[in-house]
Nanobody
């Protein structure tokens, strides 16, 4: 089992940057592919980015490609989402999630464990 805790959200102006972190407990963290999702008010949860167990493969939604960077540290049991050039449409609650699937998936149902979320607000 994996417990996930996100941090790093906040209020930022458009064009600014934030770094989201997800700390995982449990000795099996390195066996899980990790993903970041977001959910804006009134909208469905959507895939933002994912990373393979080794960190060698990363995936991004088209809306964040070139602006966000995902990384993981299996020694420290952390996954990070560096968000640059933020836009008002990036405003949402951001969730870290862990999946036992060896391949990164963009569907929330593929992820077994979720953090409580961290709020990101981008002002125009």
């Amino acid at each position: 089992q994996v417990q996930l805790v996100e941090s790093g959200g906040g209020l930022v102006q458009a064009g600014g940057s934030l770094t989201l972190s997800c700390a995982a407990s449990g000795r099996t963290f390195s066996r899980y592919t990790m993903g970041w999702f977001r959910q804006a008010p009134g909208k469905e949860r959507e895939f933002v980015s994912g990373i393979s167990v080794s960190g060698g493969s990363t995936y991004y939604a088209d809306s964040v490609k070139g602006r966000f960077t995902i990384s993981r540290n299996n020694r420290k049991n952390t996954v990070t989402l560096q968000m640059n050039s933020l836009r008002p449409e990036d405003t949402a609650d951001y969730y870290c999630a862990a999946s036992p699937n060896p391949y990164v998936r963009s569907v929330p149902s593929e992820y077994d464990y979720w953090g409580q979320g961290t709020q990101v607000t981008v002002s125009s």
